[in-house]
């Protein structure tokens, strides 16, 4: 039946070769764990990869009972927390996914690093790849203040005193994240927007950009 | 209703069926504690919903007497007298703590205190307070 | 994903064949070199993955699959209904009931307290009233002057109210009802709404 399906399309759009081309290529020896098992290394990418996707799915999924608004963001946690079905577990996810999703960038970028496959041509994709790790450590920061716990109030103070200690342009930006003088109401829906909406969006052009370089430019050689 | 509720737009039309003011006396002389404060003014609030509740669209409750007893009998009744004369027909003072049936308010019309239904058990108190309120109505009405 | 379909409907093909072969060409299948039937190492490869891939996408989508659908799978119960009175006791006279309201609206909780005016009407059916007047929110009572008899009088201006709650001076409508749920002896009463009754 999916065959069938799969055939009606393909017989209209010609399908095949655009999957074929995501698809279908060779592994090359040296980053295959079933040659050498150390070459496990080259799965960090597709690791951090793999979470994101959870984190982005977990995340779209929490927001149908996240409220972001200083009086009801901690009650509407508690309650997708404590009294729906798996709420703990699709909380847990995200909430553990953006930690572990840190630890594998930051394997992927000691196994680049190390690889030395930062190295000409593929110069591009390391700032890319940076770019990745800022968008991601944004993406960290701002949802740690939307459960609106004490935790999360004073993390946030804590960073924007960080933000404010910048030469020059430190009190405005501060001012900027917080959109207004304290932490507060404005702070709450700014973040929630920032983490929903923006860095998702330019986290999914840079990472498109990562991997359309990867493809063009190939794995980096054995060393 | 309380006096909060009413804004600049729609007292207008709400003060020809609004005739009546609720002036509440809490009756604290600063030596209470935090604690004894709440529970003095819980009092009054239950006095209050006696009265306020079945009688929401008549009776407009104002800011209330914090400090002061008895001795602040004489400028309670002057605050009765320039509520009248601003266009309420009735005052009703109320008070938990205060024993006001003891000092003159000529200018309030009825005196709600806890003496006045002492010796009425829970549900009597409300078909009480209904009564003299709507027997206060009546006499000028 | 294709791959594995295709596979399976040529396993299952296979089999049905085998089982017919073995009914009606008992003697003929015997002489035959035996076939081997086993799957070929790509094909293991491919369950193996396509299996894996299942369980994990399963195992990160079902949880999330799941708390989304939690509202429709939630007990409905009773719902905001609230047990006030026997049946028994409800009379073609309005009476007096009050009650507690508790609703819960996901992380909102309020509970209210409430009155009723219940009665039933000549052809048996029971329905209630709210209190509220329809002027200016003060509550009404039932037959409290012999000026009206056998109506809702509100003591503040005069508006008063047929059994039906009908308005007849000063409110400009009708006394809201109570949604009612009659179960097992008991009258239950749910949320305020506008008065059904008044034609």
Same mark, same amino acid.
């Given at each position: 039946m999916f065959?069938?399906?799969?055939?009606?399309?393909?017989?209209?759009?010609?399908?095949?070769?655009?999957?074929?081309?995501?698809?279908?290529?060779?592994?090359?020896?040296?980053?295959?764990?079933?040659h050498h098992f150390s070459a496990f290394v080259y799965c960090f990418?597709?690791?951090t990869f793999f979470i994101t996707v959870i984190q982005i799915l977990s995340g779209m999924f929490l927001t149908m009972y996240y409220v972001p608004d200083i009086i009801n963001a901690y009650a509407s946690v508690e309650y997708?927390?404590?009294? #729906?079905?798996?709420?703990? /577990?699709?909380?847990? &996810?995200?909430?553990? @996914?953006?930690?572990?999703?840190i630890v594998m960038m930051f394997l992927h970028t000691l196994r680049v690093f190390f690889t030395g496959s930062y190295?000409?041509?593929?110069?591009?994709?390391? #700032?890319?790849?940076?770019? /990745?790790?800022?968008? &991601?450590?944004?993406? @960290?920061?701002?949802?740690?203040?939307?459960?609106?716990?004490?935790?999360?109030?004073?993390?946030?103070k804590v960073t924007l005193e960080i933000a404010n200690s910048v030469p020059v342009l430190g009190p405005v930006i501060k001012e900027l994240l917080q959109g207004g003088t304290i932490v507060g109401a404005e702070t709450l829906t700014r973040f929630f927007a920032i983490h929903v909406f923006f860095l998702p969006a330019v986290l999914l052009t840079l990472l498109v950009g990562h991997f359309i370089m990867i493809r063009r430019q190939g794995i980096s050689g054995p060393l | 209703m309380k006096f909060s509720e009413i804004n600049k737009d729609s007292w207008g039309e709400l003060c020809l069926y609004l005739d009546t003011c609720l002036i509440p006396v809490t009756g604290l002389n600063g030596t209470e504690s935090p604690y004894?404060?709440?529970?003095?003014?819980?009092?009054?609030?239950?006095?209050?919903?006696?009265?306020?509740?079945?009688?929401?669209?008549?009776?407009?409750?104002?800011?209330?007497?914090?400090?002061?007893?008895?001795e602040i009998a004489q400028y309670i009744n002057e605050v009765c007298h320039n509520v009248k004369r601003a266009g309420f027909a009735y005052v009703i003072v109320i008070s938990a703590d205060v024993n006001l049936n003891a000092v003159q308010l000529d200018n309030a019309d009825l005196i709600l205190t806890p003496s006045a239904f002492s010796e009425f058990p829970e549900g009597g108190k409300q078909q009480f307070t209904h009564e003299i309120i709507q027997e206060l109505w009546q006499r000028k009405g | 994903m294709i791959n594995v379909i295709e596979m399976v409907n040529e396993w299952s093909a296979k089999g049905v064949e085998d089982c017919m072969s073995n009914q009606h060409d008992e003697h003929e299948s015997s002489h035959k070199p035996p076939i081997r039937k086993e799957m070929s190492r790509r094909q293991f490869l491919t369950y193996t993955l396509g299996g894996a891939t299942a369980f994990m996408v399963?195992?990160?989508?079902?949880?999330?699959?799941?708390?989304?659908?939690?509202?429709?799978?939630?007990?409905?119960?009773?719902?905001?209904?609230?047990?006030?009175?026997?049946?028994?006791?409800?009379?073609?006279?309005?009476?007096?009931?009050?009650?507690e309201l508790q609703q819960q609206d996901g992380w909102y909780s309020s509970t209210a307290s409430l009155t009723a005016w219940i009665r039933k009407d000549e052809s048996g059916n029971i329905y209630?009233?709210?209190?509220?007047?329809?002027?200016?929110?003060?509550?009404?009572?039932?037959?409290?002057?012999?000026?009206?008899?056998?109506?809702?009088?509100?003591?503040?201006?005069?508006?008063?109210?047929?059994?039906?709650?009908?308005?007849?001076?000063?409110?400009s409508k009708p006394l809201d009802e109570y949604k009612v749920m009659l179960k097992d002896d008991w009258v239950y009463l749910g949320e305020v709404v506008p008065n059904t009754i008044v034609k």
């Open positions: 065959k069938n399906v799969y055939n009606w399309i393909d017989e209209r759009l010609d399908i095949t070769p655009i999957w074929r081309d995501v698809a279908d290529h060779e592994v090359p020896e040296h980053v295959n764990p079933a990418g597709g690791l997708l927390q404590t009294q #729906v079905a798996f709420g703990q /577990i699709v909380r847990g &996810m995200h909430h553990w @996914g953006a930690s572990l999703v190295k000409a041509p593929r110069e591009m994709n390391w #700032v890319v790849g940076m770019l /990745i790790f800022f968008v &991601m450590i944004g993406l @960290g920061l701002t949802g740690y203040l939307l459960p609106w716990d004490n935790k999360a109030y004073f993390a946030t | 004894e404060v709440v529970r003095a003014l819980e009092r009054l609030r239950d006095m209050m919903d006696l009265v306020e509740i079945p009688f929401k669209g008549r009776i407009v409750t104002y800011p209330s007497f914090q400090y002061g007893k008895e | 399963g195992g990160v989508t079902l949880p999330m699959v799941r708390f989304a659908v939690d509202p429709i799978l939630q007990k409905k119960g009773e719902g905001a209904f609230v047990k006030v009175a026997e049946i028994s006791k409800i009379t073609s006279e309005p009476q007096e009931f009050s009650f209630a009233l709210s209190p509220i007047c329809k002027h200016l929110g003060c509550t009404i009572g039932w037959n409290t002057s012999k000026d009206y008899p056998d109506q809702y009088l509100c003591p503040c201006h005069g508006a008063h109210y047929t059994k039906d709650g009908k308005q007849l001076a000063v409110a």
